[in-house]
């Protein structure tokens, strides 16, 4: 079975600073996709990122990147220079490739507050 | 705006009732997912529909049912509702069965009251 942990339930900065939320999946399959999801206070889940389980490249949109290392199990994001806007709720998400339950196991998620 | 729709938006209703749930995939899209948001269990995959075919079930009640149309629109089904099953009802879709990002709708909030 897939596991996603987001062990930060909350987390509160002041704006300007740089903050990582961490994540850490448990999947026996070799191949899988990991994702992103932020949800602000209206609700939605917006897509952020999508990695596959051989890419380990970091990757870097903006002020959001994101640190894929598979010997650690981590697919950590950071936003640097944090706006308000960035405040929201955001989600790790796992799914293997292949048959069986195939839907996006999510985590927790973090509640990220960023203070004016 | 992902370009997944469902309605409603809101939903109030008994315990014991039925109700239905709509949504509508993006353009092209051919999977549809469904997910339910609870405080205490958080986002759960409920079931998964490829062009009208079931493909995959998740943590999905016997109570709650789905179906996908020709036409790619699914409806989720939620019968002889309890006070738990009030939260927030996603619907997902994806270009493919496997591999695609999954683009959510906006949500429908259903309160069993």
């Known amino acids: 079975a897939q596991k996603v942990t987001q062990a930060q339930t909350e987390i509160s900065v002041v704006e300007k600073e740089d903050v990582t939320l961490d994540c850490v999946y448990e999947?026996?399959?070799?191949?899988?996709?990991l994702f992103w999801y932020k949800q602000p206070p209206s609700g939605e889940l917006v897509f952020l990122i999508r990695?596959?389980?051989?890419?380990?490249q970091n990757e870097i949109s903006g002020r959001y990147s994101w640190n894929f290392q598979k010997s650690t199990s981590s697919f950590n994001f950071t936003i640097t220079a944090s706006q308000v806007v960035d405040s929201a709720v955001y989600f790790c998400?796992?799914?293997?490739?292949?048959?069986?339950?195939?839907?996006?196991?999510f985590g927790k998620g973090t509640h990220l507050i960023i203070q004016p | 705006d992902s370009g997944v729709t469902q309605t409603p938006k809101h939903l109030i209703t008994a315990t014991g009732q039925r109700v239905t749930l709509r949504c509508s995939p993006r353009?092209?899209?051919?999977?549809v997912y469904w997910y339910q948001q609870s405080l205490d269990q958080g986002l759960q995959f409920l079931i998964h529909?490829?062009?009208?075919?079931?493909?995959a079930k998740g943590n999905i009640l016997e109570r709650f049912s789905a179906q996908q149309f020709p036409d790619l629109h699914s409806e989720l089904n939620l019968s002889s509702l309890e006070l738990g099953d009030s939260a927030l009802y996603f619907c997902?879709?994806?270009?493919?069965?496997?591999?695609?990002?999954?683009?959510f709708g906006p949500g429908t909030r259903l309160t069993v009251t």
């Open positions: 997902a879709s994806s270009v493919d069965r496997s591999e695609g990002k999954q683009y």
């Open positions: 999947t026996r399959d070799t191949t899988y996709y």
């Open positions: 990695r596959n389980s051989f890419d380990e």
């Open positions: 998400a796992l799914r293997i490739s292949g048959g069986g339950a195939d839907g996006l196991t």
């Open positions: 353009s092209g899209d051919l999977s």
């Open positions: 529909y490829y062009n009208g075919e079931e493909r």
